[in-house]
């Protein structure tokens, strides 16, 4: 039964990534339409991560009030409202208020879908259920490459946003049939969980937020020179004479490949005694790729060998918070992390169709996201000299 339950926070999830791609996927033939440049169609990307700014932290409270299934299903229906305002869009405020529609949907169920996988795979198997369904996210964005382009050429950009809407609204009645609380799960009462206080401002000033803060900048570096790259490079590989839906399925090969090799970087990640060496190696190899694909490389090779160093940082980086956290605080280092994360995406995306405006290159635009990738390697040196200087509690030693 619980692994059915995993395949159907699998779709959901995979919801998330559809609602989040579709515009960079279609991007050429919604640029037109809309009559906008890539400045704006860069604040669209970047402002569907906004609601997670004031969503990420509250999306607990409110599942223990309304509940883990009718909250997932009110957020699906927000992605399947977000995609179906975005479709009939004819002007930036209306396709503006479909993608922040659709993102309070993906803040809330980003949220959702890891308590709901807590709650089957708590005593066995946790780490192996979460990192099949944090695949979906790739598996969505790969499937929205492959496909969403060749719908808007056949037809137009708007039936791959209605399609995205069938498919949330579907998922949204599987998941209200569908899903149920593993027998004997009790139910936390308000008393049981109401009386957990604020962290200390001396936390907050130290370890409470200086090592989630600097784990949430790589994970955006992360998860945002990816996006940039999956965006910007099938323009910048169609302008040699291909088309775009040819181009955008040579992309999507780097996300069907790092879906394959993110299992290895968790394996090597808990495996090896250096956890941070899977994440330097992966985020520079990737970053040297798709650096590569972006001077002319051949661009087969160059996706794929990407894709196979882009899933090795993944496990990684996630695990950051929750590991150099008292378990007590895990909680609040993690929403401080995804606080950090949703942030800095929705200004980066905004930065990068900006620099595409400002150059007029795919290209350049490619290279910075490269950059960014590059700077998760970086990073982690601000982090290990930090975390060393923040001596851990004895619960934390614990």
């Excluded at 994360?341 to 290159?361: C, E, K, N, P, V």
């Amino acid at each position: 039964m619980r692994w059915f339950i995993l395949a159907i926070l699998f779709v959901a999830r995979t919801c998330m990534a559809l609602e989040f791609q579709i515009l960079g996927a279609v991007m050429p033939f919604a640029r037109v339409d809309l009559d906008s440049d890539y400045a704006a169609m860069g604040q669209l990307m970047g402002l569907f991560m906004l609601p997670g700014i004031v969503l990420a932290l509250p999306a607990g409270m409110l599942s223990s009030r309304f509940g883990l299934r009718r909250l997932a299903v009110f957020s699906l229906l927000l992605l399947a409202g977000g995609s179906a305002l975005f479709s009939v869009s004819h002007d930036y405020g209306t396709a503006l208020a479909g993608r922040l529609v659709g993102g309070a949907g993906n803040a809330v169920l980003s949220v959702l879908v890891s308590a709901m996988v807590a709650e089957w795979f708590r005593d066995r198997d946790l780490s192996t259920a979460l990192s099949i369904v944090f695949i979906s996210w790739q598996f969505g964005l790969a499937v929205a490459l492959a496909v969403f382009p060749a719908i808007a050429e056949a037809a137009s950009w708007r039936w791959a946003c209605h399609l995205t809407t069938m498919v949330c609204l579907t998922v949204a009645v599987l998941v209200a049939l569908a899903y149920r609380s593993p027998p004997g799960t009790a139910t936390a009462t308000p008393t049981a969980t109401g009386r957990r206080s604020m962290p200390s401002l001396r936390l907050i000033a130290r370890r409470q937020s200086i090592l989630p803060t600097l784990a949430g900048i790589i994970w955006t570096a992360y998860n945002v020179g990816q996006v940039i790259f999956l965006t910007y490079a099938p323009a910048l590989l169609a302008s040699t004479g291909i088309s775009v839906t040819e181009a955008s399925r040579t992309v999507s090969l780097t996300v069907w490949v790092t879906m394959a090799t993110m299992p290895l970087g968790g394996l090597l990640t808990d495996r090896c005694g250096r956890p941070l060496m899977p994440v330097a190696v992966g985020s520079l190899g990737a970053a040297a790729a798709g650096t590569a694909f972006s001077l002319g490389a051949p661009p087969m090779l160059s996706c794929i060998i990407a894709g196979l160093f882009l899933g090795l940082p993944a496990g990684g980086i996630l695990a950051l918070p929750a590991r150099h956290s008292a378990p007590g605080d895990t909680a609040w280092s993690l929403g401080w992390f995804m606080t950090v994360f949703y942030i800095l995406m929705t200004l980066i995306q905004m930065l990068a169709g900006l620099i595409r405006d400002r150059t007029g290159s795919d290209l350049v635009t490619v290279e910075f996201g490269c950059a960014l990738l590059a700077l998760v390697a970086v990073g982690l040196i601000p982090f290990e000299l930090a975390r060393r200087a923040l001596r851990p509690s004895p619960a934390m030693a614990a």
